[in-house]
């Protein structure tokens, strides 16, 4: 699985993005999606996670009710809506493919590059 993720950019707090990770090669719809940040000088920090359906999602404390972790499987794609998005969650995002809904990074097989989200005060 090859993962393209897209979408970053400079927001102003309180704003909105949507992050893309399109998704081409092995069976994309077997896999378990996830989304991973690291910030500068600290370590990479699971976001969310999806499961092959789209039935069962799992987020972390810091984004719970801000981010919705969404799948298209007819598109190969799974987006990461972020609202109400604050300085901290200023970030280098990655979204990685694996075959269990975890957020250990260390499980998943296969990453993106990551997408740069800018959030200024």
């Known amino acids: 699985v090859q993962l393209q993720a897209s979408g970053g950019g400079l927001v102003l707090a309180g704003g909105s993005l949507r992050l893309s990770c399109a998704a081409s090669?092995?069976?994309?719809?077997?896999?378990?999606m996830g989304w991973f940040r690291q910030a500068p000088g600290k370590e990479r920090e699971f976001v969310a996670v999806?499961?092959?359906?789209?039935?069962?999602?799992v987020y972390a404390d810091s984004v719970k009710g801000r981010f919705t972790i969404i799948r298209d499987n007819a598109k190969t794609t799974v987006y990461l809506q972020m609202n109400s998005l604050k300085p901290e969650d200023t970030a280098l995002y990655y979204c990685?493919?694996?075959?269990?809904?975890?957020?250990?990074?260390?499980?998943?097989?296969?990453w993106g590059q990551g997408t740069q989200v800018t959030v200024s005060s």
């Open positions: 090669g092995r069976t994309f719809s077997g896999q378990a």
């Open positions: 990685a493919a694996g075959r269990r809904v975890t957020g250990h990074g260390s499980l998943y097989d296969y």
């Open positions: 999806i499961n092959w359906s789209g039935g069962s999602t």
